[in-house]
């Protein structure tokens, strides 16, 4: 451990807990960040896996690998797991890992309502995959919209659908009590809220976003269970229902949402930009508000996913015009990262390809995204493979580059051990065109009039090239993630040793060891400006440029005592099992209702545990 | 990290992308017919939408440009140089470049926002009586559309006639789920809401055919729910018109005959032929922007012309006796459905149940519908 200083008997490390049921009952924030990275990553190879099935389905007119009723299992699958069960927990994963590092501190504000909200995650992720072996996976598409949704009782798709959702929201308001909790109180001395870094501010937007976002969609989503199981008539127009009410309460959640899916990514990229320039970020209180901006006006665009719903002209207008507002705050941190880029002195690593990459494909997504707020012509694009198109730009070419750039960044900091960069750029180039020929074709493809969820097209409709390079795109795509997987796994096993600050970084989490300590710090730093670890190793000139100190920067960290960490504890997985049996019983109503009883006392009886559990210091 | 491996791959990058666009333009020049496409528009209304896009697409072709140069301008200008001592310049930002450029967006936008909100209200405008718009009532089916024509007194199913130069004024609304009717050539698309009118104005400017499909996904056969707009002139619409009133007959004789025998068991249960024993439809309201209207809809496709359509299934097959045959004997195997989960007395219908056919009942079963011209 570099950062140890030998004879401090304060510090000695105690065992390190080793083996599965370590790893079960871990409440170490770092621990519960690689396992959300893990299962992530899980899915995101699930998800990939149904996308190739669709694109082969889709390679040729009239395709026949896959039934109707398969292709729709599939599409909706994709979505649900990529939004619900790889990008969001990716940015989990980072969020728990990094925001107690980045903050200062030894851990989250709730240490085991972290480990139950990952293993509700989990047992969620479970829940959805279990349909696939009981009689099919949910297929209404990810959106659920009623009364499809709620149409047809003696098919129980949707209710894994419904239920799935719901125990998903409630792991991501749990972990966003934590991390705003987390944000408010733990900051080390110093750090100020200002002086936050950027992913940890994205973060806490994200997490407030998740926590008044998810309540509105929880009740959607309880009205369709109600609707299907208990003969309820929210949405059904005969019994003096209203379908579009199921719509409202879907945006309403459904586009905070799209930003809790790239601020994440936005956040890694605006540290990763920084770094590998050298510079700071170009204008952060701009990018800081801006990310603030989006979070608010996320709230007032929901109804442009429904302008050819029939609202009204007048409220198409206004939706219209907010939908363009919010591309204001948007193209504000482009510029943003372009600024800090200009002047500086660019590494081409993988992280910052991917970070470039980034900015180039959010670009595209964010100027689709701008024609969608054109109404009339948001009335040929909606529900058409433009959309397909724009979104993929934004989640993919957004979301999933940034995230990439994080792993390439963040990975010497988790594991050790540097991602090779031979093979890292390969990954970046294969995902960069691969992801370029994939979805740029289905711009043309929607314009040309081809709906979304069409699970064959005829002959003589003029879809048929685009739909071929589309899936030979998606084939070099995959091969692109292939070879991260491989990756990956050859640098934990033999990777180049990384150091503790193997980019020279700017942020706290890189003045501690790879991987770092179970208690993050020795001391608790005391931060004393913006990117405060820069600051230790550089000086301005008098020309403003960065030089090495030569003199050692008397800090006064906290004391080396008094380090105290969360015990490991069996009640958080408990009580998450007992919800995943609650849920399964449910689906199965009524006779279900028996394996609910016992879910439900499975998870009292880890709650009461864990109310009852003594806190134990531990002899550190 | 200087890496050695970078210019080359970088090059190799750069001539792959410039290798996809050169390959994507040519097969986009030598591209085939597009009878879907929402750039080619065959009417007012959706060349009022083609002219906005077109604004919009040049504006952001520019932005995409411009901004697309300066970052790989920027990255390419500034990246570390070998033995750079890598004392870059701390700039922290500038607050007039970033009120600048957060200002110029706002000016672009409040550019496009005058047109867009012109377009929004001019397309959602009721036709006047001066118009003398020919209304039609559009039901969407779980798989199929249904077309009333209350002026006449007549109803199709999935394909739908319109005169050339006439306004026509969709009142959409649906019998089961959500769906969308688009007709890209025409005008943009618009949900049919159960419980809810929302309305759609098309105009054809010349006579032909124009494809469209739901858009809103319905369920199982959602990509075979299509439908076709036939545009005629006024003389030619009239003539069909007169045609399409004309009522259906039971043929009492010859293989038709035997074919109105099974009808009559098998098929009148859910199908609708005017000038027969065939009637059945159930009555259904929705809210016209605040007043209740009611709707006769048909359980299954009207099959009183039968004969005179060029396709059936939701307008993905082409009306040929070996289709009909292939779809008697198994309606399913042509187009995804489950009429297991039929409920004719709640309406519900999923589909055309299998019902076990021989071939010379299918052979009798097409004469008859061959016979309703």
Excluded at chain 1, 134 to 147: N, S
Excluded at chain 1, 207 to 233: E, H, K, Y
Excluded at chain 2, 136 to 162: D, R, S
Aim: aromatic share 14%; charged share 15%.
């Amino acid at each position: 451990m570099a950062t140890l200083t030998a004879g401090t008997p304060a510090l000695t490390e105690g065992p390190v807990r080793r083996g599965l049921w370590a790893w079960i009952t871990t409440t170490d924030h770092k621990r519960i960040g690689i396992l959300y990275g893990i299962t992530a990553i899980f899915f995101f190879v699930v998800g990939g896996v149904e996308a190739l099935l669709i694109r082969l389905q889709l390679a040729t007119p009239n395709g026949e690998v896959l039934s109707a009723d398969a292709y729709n299992q599939m599409f909706t699958m994709h979505a649900t797991t990529m939004v619900f069960l790889v990008v969001m927990p990716l940015a989990a994963a980072f969020a728990n890992y990094f925001l107690p590092l980045q903050l200062g501190a030894r851990d989250v504000a709730f240490p085991r309502l972290n480990s139950l909200s990952y293993w509700i995650f989990f047992f969620g992720g479970m829940f959805l995959t279990v349909s696939f072996f009981v009689g099919g996976a949910p297929d209404g598409g990810w959106f659920g919209y009623a009364p499809l949704s709620t149409q047809v009782d003696e098919v129980v798709r949707m209710d894994y659908w419904a239920l799935g959702l719901q125990i998903l929201g409630v792991a991501s308001i749990a972990s966003s009590v934590n991390f705003i909790t987390t944000v408010l109180t733990m900051r080390a001395p110093g750090m100020t809220l200002m002086r936050m870094p950027v992913f940890s501010w994205m973060t806490l937007v994200v997490a407030f976003l998740l926590l008044f976002s998810l309540p509105m969609v929880a009740v959607g989503l309880f009205q369709v269970f109600f609707d299907r199981n208990l003969g309820t008539l929210f949405f059904d127009a005969a019994g003096g229902g209203d379908p579009v009410l199921w719509q409202h309460l879907f945006w309403l959640f459904g586009h905070p949402e799209v930003y809790v899916l790239i601020l994440p990514a936005m956040g890694i990229v605006s540290e990763v930009l920084p770094t590998f320039s050298r510079k700071p970020l170009f204008g952060r209180t701009f990018v800081i508000f801006s990310g603030i901006a989006i979070g608010f006006m996320g709230f007032g665009v929901w109804a442009h996913h429904m302008f050819t719903t029939g609202l009204g002209p007048v409220a198409e207008a206004a939706f219209a015009l907010t939908t363009m507002f919010i591309a204001v705050p948007t193209g504000v941190k482009i510029f943003n990262w372009l600024g800090t880029i200009w002047g500086g002195s660019v590494r081409f690593n993988s992280s910052m390809l991917f970070a470039l990459g980034f900015i180039a494909l959010f670009v595209v997504g964010g100027l689709s995204g701008v024609t969608h707020s054109i109404v009339p012509a948001d009335s040929q694009q909606h529900d058409s493979y433009y959309v397909v198109a724009h979104f993929h730009y934004v989640l993919f070419g957004g979301a999933i580059f940034g995230i990439f750039s994080g792993i390439y960044y963040w990975f010497p900091k988790v594991t050790g051990r540097l991602l090779g960069e031979v093979l890292g750029k390969w990954n970046f180039w294969l995902m960069f065109i691969g992801m370029n020929l994939t979805f740029a074709p289905m711009h043309m493809l929607g314009l040309n009039g081809m709906p979304r969820r069409t699970y064959r097209y005829g002959e003589g409709l003029g879809f048929d090239l685009w739909n071929l390079v589309a899936t030979v795109g998606s084939l070099i795509l995959a091969f692109g993630v292939l070879l991260f997987l491989v990756n990956a796994f050859r640098s934990y096993r033999r990777g180049a040793e990384a150091g503790p600050d193997p980019w020279d970084g700017r942020t706290l989490e890189w003045t501690t060891s790879s991987p770092p300590p179970e208690h993050n710090f020795d001391r608790v730093p005391t931060v004393e400006a913006e990117d405060d670890f820069w600051h230790r190793k550089y000086a301005e000139d008098a020309e403003g440029r960065a030089v090495p100190r030569t003199d050692v920067v008397e800090v006064a960290d906290g004391p080396e005592e008094d380090i105290h960490l969360p015990s490991p504890s069996f009640y958080p997985v408990l009580s998450a099992f007992g919800m995943f049996v609650t849920l399964m019983g449910l689906v199965y109503v009524p006779w279900g209702i028996v394996a609910s009883a016992a879910g439900i006392v499975i998870t009292l009886w880890g709650l009461f545990g864990w109310s009852m559990e003594p806190l134990v210091k531990e002899g550190h | 990290m200087p890496d050695p491996s970078e210019p080359r791959s970088t090059r190799r990058g750069v001539a792959l992308v410039a290798l996809t666009v050169l390959l994507a333009l040519g097969a986009a020049a030598c591209s085939t017919e597009l009878p879907q496409n929402s750039l080619n528009p065959a009417g007012p209304e959706a060349r009022k939408i083609d002219d906005l896009w077109w604004l919009v697409f040049w504006i952001a072709v520019v932005i995409f440009v411009l901004v697309e140069s300066a970052l790989i301008y920027a990255a390419f200008r500034f990246r570390r140089r070998r033995n750079s001592d890598d004392r870059v310049r701390q700039v922290h930002g500038n607050t007039r470049l970033e009120v600048l450029w957060t200002i110029i967006p706002v000016v672009i936008l409040a550019i496009i926002a005058v047109p867009t909100l012109s377009t929004i209200f001019d397309l959602r405008r009721e036709p006047g009586p001066e118009e003398n718009a020919l209304e039609i009532n559009v039901i969407g089916h779980q798989w199929w559309w249904e077309f009333e024509y209350p002026e006449y007194g007549i109803e199709t199913a999935n394909e739908l006639h319109i005169p050339e130069d006439r306004t026509v004024y969709l009142s959409l609304t649906s019998a089961d789920v959500i769906h969308s009717f688009w007709v890209p050539q025409l005008n943009g698309k618009r949900d049919a809401v159960p419980g809810r009118v929302n309305h759609l104005t098309i105009i054809a400017d010349e006579p032909g055919t124009y494809l469209g499909q739901c858009a809103e996904f319905c369920g199982l056969a959602h990509a075979d729910m299509r439908h076709r707009v036939y545009a005629h002139t006024a003389d030619d619409f009239d003539a069909w018109v007169a045609e399409q009133q004309e009522p259906a007959f039971e043929p009492q004789e010859g293989l038709a005959g035997q074919g109105w025998q099974i009808f009559e068991i098998v098929c009148t249960a859910c199908h609708n032929v005017r000038g027969t024993s065939a009637q059945v439809t159930r009555t259904m309201t929705a809210d016209d922007g605040g007043v209740t209207r009611g709707f006769a809809v048909s359980l299954a496709p009207d099959l009183t012309h039968f004969g005179s359509r060029t396709t059936f299934g939701g307008a993905s097959f082409e009306n040929t006796a070996d289709h009909l045959r292939a779809w008697l004997a198994n309606p399913a195997d042509l187009k995804p459905m489950t009429p297991e989960l039929n409920d004719p007395a709640e309406g519900r219908i999923l589909g055309m149940p299998n019902f076990g056919l021989e071939a010379d009942e299918i052979d009798a079963l097409i004469s008859l519908l061959e016979t309703w011209q």
